[in-house]
């Protein structure tokens, strides 16, 4: 499958973004999906996850709970992440993932996915 991420920028303290990763090659509804962003300096860390299927299984990472949302549109075969209130410290690279297995909700670390898209930058300023 090829993913296709976008909707980075710039954007300044408190403001919002909405990412989005299109899928081709596969049907992504029986895979989780995953959310991942990268620093300059520091290893790419899990931020999200969202079930197969209706996606009704999240999982956030607690520095962005309450901020971010995690969303799918399988009959479009693209997941969305919101992104409100963004702070300085979220700037970094984002990546959405599919996971490796189908019907597998339990995806957090990057050996759960196969799939990757090329990444979009987000750079919030203070």
């Known amino acids: 499958v090829q993913l296709q991420a976008s909707g980075g920028g710039l954007v300044q303290s408190g403001g919002s973004l909405r990412l989005s990763c299109a899928a081709s090659?596969?049907?992504?509804?029986?895979?989780?999906m995953g959310w991942f962003r990268q620093a300059p300096g520091k290893e790419r860390e899990f931020v999200t996850n969202?079930?197969?299927?209706?996606?009704?299984?999240?999982y956030y990472v607690d520095s962005v709970k309450g901020r971010f949302t995690i969303s799918r549109d399988n009959a479009k075969n693209t997941v969305y992440l919101q992104m409100n209130n963004l702070k300085p410290e979220d700037t970094a690279v984002y990546y959405c993932?599919?996971?490796?297995?189908?019907?597998?909700?339990?995806?957090?670390?990057?050996?759960?996915?196969?799939?990757w898209g090329q990444g979009t930058q987000v750079t919030v300023s203070s």
């Open positions: 090659g596969r049907t992504l509804a029986s895979y989780s």
């Open positions: 969202i079930s197969w299927g209706s996606g009704g299984r999240k």
């Open positions: 993932a599919a996971a490796r297995n189908e019907y597998d909700s339990n995806v957090y670390f990057p050996k759960d996915f196969d799939s």
